[in-house]
Structures are given as structure tokens and as C-alpha cells.
């Protein structure tokens, strides 16, 4: 789409526009372009950079608006206030995208070498954006023939001097726009499910053709569980769990109240507790016990007025978003799944059923894998 369309709602109309989307914490290096931008304004005084997104909640709690404030105080101090754009709030898809439609360039500006994945730059590169970016892992692999352009780190020269050459020149910044998308529809959520559906015909077909051998005493689950598996252990799943629900990570053995819970860690509980339940005869009243731990977080995460289950709960019990990713909403399916097919208590499997057909609801309008997968 061309970028003139949706600058006028962001009040960039008429200027050449950088963008710089993501939860914002110090590793981010926005810094970098902001020393950058007077070399960039002194050829193009028409230029505007949108940072766009909330602190990072890990960075809000330990170091509240720190270095958003530097950011600011360093836009004084360079001068730059007419030029930059800061938008201090988490968006939904949809504006996303219109703020990415806005952009003559994206810039991610990262400082940490090892990082493997950028979710924003799959996004910026699969709405067809010029992209400008520090040599990242993941973007020296993403950007490589000339699919966008890459500056050493903490360079804010090298970054002025990219940013000028395809503000310059237009038919090159097209070309490299272009080259971005057309690699990006390989990554799309349908072709993505396409292949995976690939994969599940392929392995069928060989199995077909070449069955595994198989043994009689594969069939009796108990046998192998008495003589082949270690006695199973919960300490750990015990050490996790409190009186709200499962936490979602530990140091070491030592469970991190600082990243709260989660409804992908509380559906993956949810299936251990009815699984064994099950398996294990020995101790079902604490089975029964972590079952109803976990069906009332996810049920209190399920959302009515939105269809769709929360994610992420800080320790303090607040929710931290109204609606959680399609990847967590399908986990709790799974999770919910499972447990309408191993657990036996009636009050358990009423409320696990009824909140699995709530939830199934949302997810046929999933644009990822999840309904795919769902629905095979």
C-alpha cells in the first residue's frame, strides 16, 4: 500500500515517515536513531520517527519510564521535538498495521547480537516496508539479498547515512520494499498451516508404505510405565503451583514471582493433573486438587466480553492484556481438550466442557495454524 494513505490520521501527512514499533526497554537502541536524525533532518527537514509502544511490563515494574524519559530528554537535547512522535500504548492488530502502512522506513535498532527472532520485523518486512536495521541474527538472515539494509551497532552515522540514501532515492527503496514482501508470503499464517498439513500427508504416506514394527508389549501402557519410566516426581510441580495456579517460570528450583502466570503454562498443568490422574492411581485427591487449580484460572482468564482468554497475569493477580495471543487461546483448547477426554469428576468435566465449547468459538475465525490444526 502506498504510505501516504494512513498518515494523515497520525499526523504525519506530508512527511517522509520512520517507524520503530515494539515494547520498549533499553535494549531496543532507539537512542541510536534519535542521534542519527539531525544528519537525516538537515537533508530532509520533512522527516518524522514514531516510536510506537508501551514499556516493556518486566522493565515498568523494576525500572518504571526510565529510559522512555532519557528518550525524551535526549529528543530535547538534540533539538528534535518537531520530529518525533512518541505513541506510549500497546495496539491491536488492525492499527498496527495502519501505523506500519504509514512508514517509508522501518527501523529496528537492537542491540543484542543473539537475538533469534523479531516479530516485529516479520511484520514490517510482511507489509512491504524498506527496512533499516542493526545486524541481528535474525536480521542479517531476513534482510540478506537485498531485502533491506543492515548498520553496525551503536553507528548512529552509518544510520543517518542509510536512512538519507533511501530517502533519496525512491526506486530504490521500491525495489527493496518489494523484494521484502514477495519473501514474507512464505511466513503467512495459511501457507504456513499449508505446509504443515504438507508434513502431516508426507509422514502418513511413508508410514503407509513402511509401517514401524511393532511389538506386543508396546500396547500396555502400565508395563512400560513400571518397567521402563522413572517413578514420577512432583516436587517441582508442587514447589510452582500456589493458591492462584502454576507459575509460569523458576530460577533454578526457586519459583520467579516476577513473571506471574500465564494461561499457556496453566493449560499444559491442566493436562499433566488429568493425564495423571489417570496413569497414577496413588494420589488422586492431589490430582483432583491441581485439576481444580487449573480449571479456575482458566476459567477466570476466559474473557466473555471479548470470546477469547487472557494471557498473562502479573503476581499481583492483575491481567496485563484484555486479550491474549491466537498461540495461547488454542494452548487452553488443547489443554481443555484433554482434560474432557481423561478426567471423571462431574463437577470438573461439566465446567471443562462448557468452557471449551465457549473458547472453540473464537478460534474459527483464527487466521493462524491453530484452526487448521484445530479442526483436523
Request: aromatic share 10%; net charge neutral.
Amino acid at each position: 500500500m502506498d504510505p501516504n494513505y494512513y498518515k494523515d490520521q497520525f499526523r504525519v501527512e506530508g512527511k517522509k515517515t520512520l517507524l520503530t514499533f515494539g515494547l520498549l526497554s533499553p535494549n531496543k537502541g532507539i537512542e541510536t536513531v534519535l542521534q542519527a536524525l539531525p544528519k537525516v533532518i538537515k537533508k530532509h527537514p520533512d522527516v518524522a520517527y514514531i516510536i510506537l509502544g508501551a514499556t516493556h511490563p518486566h522493565v515498568l515494574k523494576t525500572q518504571g519510564e526510565e529510559y522512555r524519559i532519557s528518550l525524551q530528554q535526549l529528543v530535547r537535547k538534540l533539538d528534535i521535538s518537531d520530529h518525533v512522535i512518541f505513541q506510549n500504548r500497546f495496539v491491536e492488530l488492525k492499527e498496527l498495521c495502519e501505523f506500519l502502512g504509514t512508514a517509508d522506513i522501518y527501523i529496528t535498532p537492537y542491540q543484542d547480537e543473539a537475538q533469534i527472532t523479531s516479530g516485529t520485523l516479520a511484520y514490517a518486512m510482511g507489509t512491504g516496508k524498506a527496512v533499516i536495521s542493526t545486524p541481528y541474527w535474525y536480521a542479517v538472515e531476513m534482510l540478506a539479498e537485498g531485502r533491506g539494509r543492515i548498520v553496525p551497532f551503536n553507528d548512529p552515522d552509518a544510520m543517518a547515512e542509510q536512512i538519507i540514501d533511501l530517502l533519496d532515492n525512491e526506486t530504490t527503496r521500491h525495489i527493496i520494499r518489494k523484494k521484502a514482501y514477495t519473501f514474507s508470503r512464505e511466513a503467512i499464517w495459511k501457507e504456513v498451516a499449508r505446509k504443515y498439513l504438507e508434513v502431516f500427508s508426507e509422514v502418513r504416506l511413508v508410514r503407509a508404505q513402511r509401517p514401524r514394527p511393532r511389538h506386543t508389549y508396546v500396547e500396555n501402557i502400565k508395563s512400560i510405565t513400571h518397567f521402563e519410566l522413572p517413578e514420577l516426581k512432583l516436587d517441582h510441580l508442587k514447589t510452582l503451583t500456589d493458591d492462584t495456579a502454576i507459575l509460569q517460570h523458576a530460577t533454578h528450583t526457586i519459583p520467579a514471582l516476577i513473571h506471574g502466570y500465564c494461561t499457556d503454562d496453566n493449560a499444559r498443568a491442566l493436562m499433566v493433573a488429568a493425564i495423571g490422574k489417570k496413569l497414577f492411581l496413588t494420589d488422586n485427591k492431589f490430582f483432583d486438587s491441581l485439576s481444580n487449580q487449573y480449571l479456575s484460572f482458566l476459567s477466570y482468564a476466559f474473557n466473555d466480553e471479548t470470546g477469547r482468554f487472557r494471557n498473562f497475569m502479573s503476581y499481583s493477580r492483575q491481567w496485563l492484556e484484555e486479550v491474549g495471543s491466537e498461540d495461547a487461546h488454542g494452548r487452553a483448547i488443547w489443554g481443555l481438550g484433554k482434560a474432557v477426554a481423561f478426567l471423571d469428576n462431574p463437577g470438573q468435566l461439566t465446567m471443562t466442557t462448557t468452557l471449551f465449547n465457549r473458547a472453540l468459538k473464537a478460534a474459527e475465525s483464527f487466521g493462524s495454524p491453530v484452526q487448521s490444526l484445530l479442526l483436523l
